[in-house]
């Protein structure tokens, strides 16, 4: 992206990327934490997959926020 025409656009849908990535890691452990008082190896078990699944946050920027067809 060059310039500031859809900075705003871009930054606000970068927001809700972060949002949905945040969402699924600490709702991980909110959810693990009101189900069970865990250990450390059981909140790395969590944690990991967790993580994994907030990849989706790079698949959603490139797909969404920054696809290139939206910068014409």
């Not at 992206?1 to 606000?12: D, I, S, T």
């Not at 970068?14 to 959810?31: E, K, N, P, Q, Y």
Request: hydrophobic share 55%; proline share 4%.
């Amino acid at each position: 992206m060059r310039g500031a025409k859809g900075a705003g656009r871009h930054q606000f849908e970068g927001l809700i990327v972060f949002g949905l990535g945040l969402v699924l890691t600490s709702g991980s452990l909110a959810l693990l934490h009101g189900l069970t008082a865990p250990g450390l190896a059981l909140e790395l078990t969590v944690l990991v997959p967790a993580n994994l699944a907030a990849v989706l946050r790079f698949v959603l920027l490139r797909g969404w926020v920054f696809h290139p067809r939206r910068q014409r």
